[in-house]
């Protein structure tokens, strides 16, 4: 039976949280489900939404570890007058659509700073009849709040507005515990669905032979690698035998762009990121990256050899999370964001180069399709409201 979908994504740094969303929206439309795409952050062009209407709202984006100083496309501070455009399109979004469930991805847990938008388009699904389910959809790792009160907020929140909380990772690797307190009723709503890959390129069969001098640097869409990019520059210069590759994302600007193409040695390339992200991946013999979520679903995909360095920028805390479980299960190398040198890096990188490949245990990575499964229930399960709802 064809179900309405709307799921609703805001990005502020890097793409990560919209091709996530993008990639369940994607397969939910696989599945024969009418879906609908909100996304309130910057437009990405490696971001695929084939069979799924994107409605995009006007932009808001936020530097470095701030998540607090909303900037429009231009870099100045939003105003007022944007905030106001985007909820009402929010709102006639929901109206136009009318779904059987409604996805808010990582708002009540993050995007606090959006949570005017947020909570009228939930109180809107809540006074719909016929009422949609309403999902929350986070990754494997948060970044719980320091003040107990934001904490408390969130939780009564999931208590008197969503039907479940689908977490998209595996247990097995990372519980949500290791970054959020789950108290009794939390965990009544939570359902791991697995990693959530982004339709990477499938299989190895028929990729390249991995080069055994090639070493592949990846840092993400936003700016926030770039002290990545730099580094692996000069390590370049460290290891002659060595080809560094550099692949920099979109978000980074031109200037800097130039810049690191111009401070490259012989031997050395820098280029855009690209959509042959992961064939370029098994044809190396390290990756050297951050530890985003699809990052690493890249490096389970692939069984690379990889050094991550994760961005630990301002109160940053997931990447180090993620990247400190898989190198204590000797399935990566991390090298804290702290101690990123060249020396430092073209040492980690010799260092992995001696190992051999990693063997990942076996993770649930059918996210995507647990996701479709479990939002294909919540659109047909009865939903009485709860007690204080429309408060």
Known sequence: MTRRILIVVTHLLGAGHLTRAAALARAAARSGHRVTLVSGGMPSRLVSTDGVELIQLPPVRAPLADFTALQDEGGHPVRPERLAARQAMLLEALATTRPDVVVTELFPFGRRVLAAEFMALIEAARSSTPRPGIVASVRDILVAPERPAKLARTEDLVQRHYDAVLVHGDPALVPLEASWPVGAELRQRLRYT??????????????????????????????????????????????????????????????????????????????????????????????????????????????????????????ETEQRLRASALAERGLATLLPEAELDAASLAGAVLAALSRTPPRFPALRLDGATETVRCLEELATSARPVAAGAAA
Request: charged letters at 20%; zero cysteines.
């Open 194 to 315: 697995g990693y959530v890959d982004n339709d990477g390129e499938p299989g190895p069969v028929g990729s390249p032979s991995p080069d055994p001098a090639l070493v592949l640097v990846s840092g993400g869409s936003s700016a926030a690698s770039l002290p990545v990019y730099r580094t692996a520059l000069a390590a370049a210069a460290e290891t002659p035998r060595l080809r560094w590759q550099v692949l920099v994302g979109h978000g980074v600007a031109e200037q800097e762009f130039r810049s690191l193409q111009g401070s490259a040695r012989a031997g050395v390339t820098v280029e855009r990121a690209r959509p042959d992200f992961r064939t370029l991946m098994r044809k190396s013999a390290v990756f050297v990256g951050q530890a985003g979520y699809n990052t690493v679903m890249d490096i389970v995909a692939t069984q690379a050899r990889a050094v991550l360095v994760p961005f630990e920028q301002g109160r």
